[in-house]
Nanobody, 122 residues
Framework: QRQLVESGGGLVQPGASLRLSCAASGDTFSTYTMAWFRQAPGKEREFVAVLWSIGSTAYVDSVKGRFAVSRDNAKNMVFLQMNSLKPEDTGVYYC????????????????WGQGTQVTVSS
């Protein structure tokens, strides 16, 4: 059974950093496209960052230069390093996996974690 489990969320002040982790199990996810999405209260789920299986990355404009996505294939894990956090980064962050390349559309992602809450507030 393929499963994704996120961790690392929390309550932080503006300007702080957090590192989210996503532990994958049930398959070798090194060949999957791995992405992070987030959902703020009252808003639709939005794409945040993606790491293609070939190693390149892409980010939503609002987090470019502040967030970095990476993976450790040996441990079947994906990470999202978030720096200089802003209140607008608040939301539930989801790790997701897709067998498709070059997609940031939530509907193309087959596997999802349960989400981890990130709250940025003073």
């Amino acid at each position: 059974q393929r499963q994704l489990v996120e961790s690392g969320g929390g309550l932080v002040q503006p300007g702080a950093s957090l590192r989210l982790s996503c532990a994958a199990s049930g398959d070798t996810f090194s060949t999957y496209t791995m992405a992070w999405f987030r959902q703020a209260p009252g808003k639709e789920r939005e794409f945040v960052a993606v790491l293609w299986s070939i190693g390149s990355t892409a980010y939503v404009d609002s987090v470019k230069g502040r967030f970095a996505v990476s993976r450790d294939n040996a441990k079947n894990m994906v990470f999202l390093q978030m720096n200089s956090l802003k209140p607008e980064d608040t939301g539930v962050y989801y790790c997701a996996a897709s067998e498709r390349l070059f997609t940031t559309t939530p509907g193309d992602y087959n596997y999802w974690g349960q989400g981890t809450q990130v709250t940025v507030s003073s």
